[in-house]
């Protein structure tokens, strides 16, 4: 067995998540304000696994619905005015320059929310299958409702699998010079 593999219903050592998509999405809406626009009403602070960058994200909505602009400075401003301990003064400068680092390109901003909204779903898929196990083995109430608590659960994890969609970027259409080459299977075109 290699080191990825578990035995089927092993839990994971840790709840999927992605910090570095986590800070390139945040980066790369404190880069760009095209991205803020495009992705601050779409992004949710629970699609985050470090509460810290969830926080950071509702900043940055509260300042985008205002009309303020978000930046380092705007961000850090806010952090200050709220009294953020874990962001005051040096640290919250060193956290959003620690985001802008992260960022390889605004480019892609697209595609990082989409990695961070996929881990929230996959982690939601989690819970919803701790808690069917666990309405399965209460014993408690019938099978109608056992069967009510778990269309529930599915309920609460399509609607994180279509948040997930929602921040796909859209597919780009294949070029003159790719079309034939998908059509045969190929599709890189550098060959």
Known sequence: MTGQQRPWGAEPAEPPQDIPA?????????LGAEVASRL????RAEQ?????????????????????????????????RRGRIQFCERKAAVVLHDLLAATPTVANAGYYACIV????????????GVRLVQLA???HGDLD?????AVHE??????????????????????????????VGHSDTSR
């Open 48 to 80: 985050f696994y470090r509460p810290a960058h969830g926080e950071l994200l509702g900043v940055m909505q509260h300042l985008n619905d205002r009309g303020d602009p978000v930046d380092p400075l705007t961000v850090h401003a806010e952090l200050r």
């Open 117 to 128: 909204a996929e881990m929230a779903a996959r982690r939601r898929a989690i819970e919803a």
């Open 40 to 43: 601050l009403p779409r992004l």
């Open 154 to 183: 599915l309920a609460c994890l399509r609607a994180a699998v279509d948040r997930h969609h929602a921040l796909a970027p859209p597919v780009r259409e294949a070029s003159p010079v790719e079309r034939p080459l998908r059509a």
């Open 22 to 30: 986590e800070q390139a999405v945040l980066g790369a809406i404190l």
């Open 145 to 149: 409702e056992l069967m009510s608590g």
């Open 137 to 139: 083995g209460a014993g």
